[in-house]
T-cell receptor, first 113, second 113 residues
Framework: GDSVTQKQGQVTLSEDDFLFINCTYS??????LFWYVQYPGQGPQLLLK?????NKGISRGFEATYDKGTTSFHLQKASVQESDSAVYFC????????????FGRGTRLQVYA | EAGVTQSPRYAVLQEGQAVSFWCDPI?????LYWYQQPRDQGPQLLVY????????NSQLPSDRFSAVRPKGTNSTLKIQSAKQGDTATYLC???FGTGDTQYFGPGTRLLVL
C-alpha cells in the first residue's frame, strides 16, 4: 500500500542553519505530495504541495522537490528561525482509500536562538 | 474566513465512559474528515464524509466509535466506551472535494485514564 517514510524523528538546529528533512514515499501513482506543519496546540496546516506538473513547491522560504527517480520529497530551508520550531509531516493521497491523506510519522524541528 | 472549529479542546475520561467530539467545517466545504493522532505520530484517517454520506469508514473501530454528519455541515464523532488506547488527539479537517487541500481544526486532546 501507499506509505511515507520520515527517518528523522527530531532535528535540532541553531538560527540561520540550513534545514533538510528527509521524506521518501511508496505509491503506484504519481500523486500530488504535501508538506504540513503542526505548531503546538494546533492542527496541521498546509506548508506546500507539489504536483508532477510543477515538480517543485516553495512557500515561506521552504522548498521541496518531487523526485520520481528516487521517490523522495525532501523539505529544505536555507536559513531557519526560532519561529520555525514545529513538527513537519510529509503526506500523500491514498490510492486504496480515495480522499485519505497518508502521513509520515513527523519530524520535530527545534531551533535555538 | 473562519477555519475549522472543534470542541471541546480537551477531555479526560475514565475507561468505559462515553465522549463526543464536535466539528464545524469551513463554510462551503462538502468533504469532512476525522483523524486520530496518537502522541508523536502522524494523523490517521478514521472516517470521511461527502455531504451527509459516509464515503469511507473502514478504519473506524465500529464497535465503539460512530460518526455522523446529518445535514452535511457539522459532524459529531462519538466513542461509546473509551479505552486507554484511545488516548490521542482527534482532528477534524474539511476540503472542497476530495483530493484538494485539507484544512485542519485545532483538535481535541483526549486522555483516557
Amino acid at each position: 500500500g501507499d506509505s511515507v517514510t520520515q527517518k528523522q524523528g527530531q532535528v535540532t538546529l541553531s538560527e540561520d542553519d540550513f534545514l533538510f528533512i528527509n521524506c521518501t514515499y511508496s505509491t503506484t501513482t504519481y500523486p500530488t505530495l504535501f508538506w504540513y506543519v503542526q505548531y503546538p496546540g494546533q492542527g496541521p496546516q498546509l506548508l506546500l504541495k507539489v504536483t508532477t506538473a510543477n515538480n517543485k513547491g516553495i512557500s515561506r522560504g521552504f522548498e521541496a522537490t518531487y523526485d520520481k527517480g528516487t521517490t523522495s520529497f525532501h523539505l529544505q530551508k536555507a536559513s531557519v528561525q526560532e519561529s520555525d520550531s514545529a513538527v513537519y509531516f510529509c503526506a500523500l493521497p491514498g490510492t486504496q482509500v480515495v480522499g485519505q491523506l497518508t502521513f509520515g510519522r513527523g519530524t520535530r524541528l527545534q531551533v535555538y536562538a | 474566513e473562519a477555519g475549522v472549529t472543534q470542541s471541546p479542546r480537551y477531555a479526560v475520561l475514565q475507561e468505559g465512559q462515553a465522549v463526543s467530539f464536535w466539528c464545524d467545517p469551513i463554510s462551503g466545504h462538502d468533504t469532512l474528515y476525522w483523524y486520530q493522532q496518537p502522541r508523536d505520530q502522524g494523523p490517521q484517517l478514521l472516517v470521511y464524509f461527502r455531504d451527509e454520506a459516509v464515503i469511507d469508514n473502514s478504519q473506524l473501530p465500529s464497535d465503539r466509535f460512530s460518526a455522523v454528519r446529518p445535514k452535511g455541515t457539522n459532524s459529531t464523532l462519538k466513542i461509546q466506551s473509551a479505552k486507554q488506547g484511545d488516548t490521542a488527539t482527534y482532528l477534524c479537517a474539511s476540503s472542497f472535494g476530495t483530493g484538494d487541500t485539507q484544512y485542519f481544526g485545532p483538535g481535541t486532546r483526549l486522555l483516557v485514564l
